[in-house]
C-alpha cells in the first residue's frame, strides 16, 4: 500500500438515543472495531431535541447522524395492524415497546445498506428483550449485517461503569436522581422500569407518571369520546376526521387528563426472567376498548372468538420481536379478513381513570332487535329451542345414560 492510499475505514450504523449507554457506545465502537460510527436516531415520537441530539452524537464521535421520522409509519404499519389483531401481552401490556423496536431496527437496515456498512450496534441490555427485537429483525432484513452488542461484550457492568467510561473522554451524561427509572416513551406509550418498581409489592409512587393524571387528581365531571373506525382501523374522534399522528395525540391527552390507560404489570420477559413495569398509554387504551365494542357489534360469535384466541399469539410474536416472520404476517391476512365489516362509531364514558362503554353504531351490526327481545315478537318461535337443545345436549344424555347403566352393574 502507498503513503497515498488509506486503509477503508468500514462502518458502523448505531441506533441512538443520545442517552447514557449509547453515549458512551460511540467512542467505545471507536476504540475498540476502528470502525467509523454513523449513529441513527429513531423519532417514534418520543419528543426528544434531535438537534441536540445530533450535536451530541457529532461531539462524541460519530461522522454523521440520520434522523429519521419513524412516526406515522409506525402507527400505520405497526400499531394499526395490532390494534386490529387484539393483541395485548398477558392480559394488560399494550405493547409499546415492542412494536417500536422492529421499525428502529428495519430504519437501521435502510441507513446500513445506504452507506454501505458492515455492521450495526444497539444500546439493549443482554437482559431484556430489546436485543432480540433489534437482532431478529436485523436477521429477517439484512441478514449480511454483523451485530454488535455491547452489553454483552465490554466490561462495563453497571450505570456507574458506564458514567466513569463517559466521565474519562469528557461526554455529558444525562442522569438525574430525581428519575431513577428506566423509561421509553413514544406516541403510544410511556414506560417505566427499576428502581423502587423492582419490588412488586410496592405501589408505584404518586408522582410516577409523567403523562396520565391519578385518578384522585382526574376531573369530577365525566368525559364523553366518540371514535370512528373504518374497516378496524380510527379514523376520526368526536366525528371529526383526523390523520393518523394527531389521533393518536389527541386521544392521548383526552385520556391522560381522566386518568386512564395505566396499567401496573409483572411480566415474563422472553429471556427467561420475570419483570415489574408500569406503562402509561391512555390514547391506547381508549383506542383498544373502542375497537373490541365495535368487533362485538360487528363480528359473529365463531369469528370473534377465533379471533381472541389467535391474539393471544399475535400479542407474543410481537412481545418476542418476530415481527416480521411468517406467521405474524399471516395472521395479518386472517385480521384484515375480519375488519372488513368492523366500520361504525364508539361512544365511551371516561371518568377517574376508568372506560365505560356509552353506545356503538355500525352500517354492519349483526346486533337484530327483532330476534332479542323481551317484548312480543314475530320472528323467533320459541319451540324452536327444544329440538336444538335436544341436539346439542345429546351427547351429554348418551353418556349419562352408560354411566347410569354401569353403575348398575356394581
Not at 375480519?338 to 365511551?348: E, H, P, Y
Request: charged letters at 25%; aromatic letters at 10%.
Amino acid at each position: 500500500m502507498s503513503k497515498t492510499q488509506k486503509k477503508e475505514v468500514k462502518k458502523v450504523v448505531l441506533a441512538y438515543s443520545g442517552g447514557l449507554d449509547t453515549s458512551v457506545i460511540i467512542p467505545w465502537l471507536i476504540e475498540n472495531y476502528g470502525y467509523e460510527v454513523i449513529a441513527m436516531c429513531a423519532d417514534v415520537g418520543q419528543g426528544d431535541d434531535f438537534e441536540f441530539i445530533k450535536k451530541k452524537a457529532l461531539k462524541t464521535g460519530a461522522s454523521k447522524v440520520y434522523v429519521e421520522d419513524l412516526r406515522e409509519e409506525f402507527i400505520t404499519e405497526y400499531i394499526w395492524p395490532t390494534l386490529k389483531a387484539g393483541a395485548v401481552y398477558e392480559g394488560k401490556y399494550l405493547l409499546g415497546t415492542s412494536m417500536a423496536r422492529p421499525i428502529i431496527a428495519q430504519a437501521l437496515a435502510r441507513v446500513a445498506e445506504k452507506e454501505g456498512a458492515e455492521a450495526i450496534s444497539h444500546g439493549a441490555t443482554g437482559k431484556g428483550n430489546d436485543q432480540v427485537r433489534f437482532e431478529l429483525t436485523i436477521k429477517a432484513l439484512a441478514p449480511h449485517l454483523k451485530i454488535i452488542a455491547p452489553w454483552r461484550l465490554w466490561d462495563i457492568r453497571s450505570r456507574e461503569d458506564a458514567i466513569d467510561y463517559a466521565e474519562k473522554r469528557g461526554i455529558p451524561v444525562p442522569v438525574t436522581k430525581a428519575r431513577p427509572y428506566s423509561m421509553d416513551a413514544n406516541l403510544w406509550h410511556l414506560s417505566h422500569e427499576g428502581a423502587d418498581l423492582e419490588d412488586p409489592w410496592n405501589e408505584p409512587k404518586p408522582d410516577l407518571c409523567m403523562i396520565s393524571v391519578s385518578p384522585e387528581a382526574a376531573p369530577d365531571q365525566a368525559e364523553y369520546v366518540e371514535v370512528g373506525f373504518e374497516q378496524g382501523v380510527p379514523v376520526s374522534v368526536n366525528g371529526k376526521k383526523m390523520k393518523p399522528i394527531a389521533l393518536v395525540s389527541k386521544l392521548n391527552e383526552i385520556g391522560a387528563a381522566h386518568g386512564v390507560g395505566v396499567a401496573d404489570l409483572v411480566e415474563n420477559r422472553l429471556v427467561g426472567m420475570k419483570s415489574r413495569g408500569v406503562y402509561e398509554t391512555p390514547g391506547g387504551s381508549i383506542l383498544y376498548y373502542a375497537h373490541r365494542e365495535l368487533e362485538a357489534l360487528t363480528l359473529d360469535r365463531a369469528t370473534l372468538h377465533y379471533k381472541e384466541q389467535m391474539a393471544v399469539r399475535y400479542s407474543e410474536l410481537v412481545y418476542d420481536g418476530m415481527w416480521f416472520a411468517p406467521l405474524r404476517e399471516a395472521l395479518d391476512a386472517f385480521v384484515n379478513e375480519t375488519q372488513k365489516t368492523v366500520t361504525g362509531t364508539v361512544r365511551l364514558k371516561l371518568y377517574k381513570g376508568n372506560i365505560m362503554s356509552a353506545g356503538a353504531k355500525s352500517p354492519y351490526s349483526l346486533y337484530n332487535e327483532g330476534f332479542v327481545t323481551f317484548g312480543r315478537d314475530e320472528v323467533y318461535n320459541q319451540q324452536d329451542a327444544e329440538g336444538f337443545i335436544n341436539l346439542f345436549g345429546l351427547p351429554l344424555k348418551i353418556r349419562a345414560l352408560m354411566m347410569q347403566r354401569e353403575a348398575k352393574k356394581k
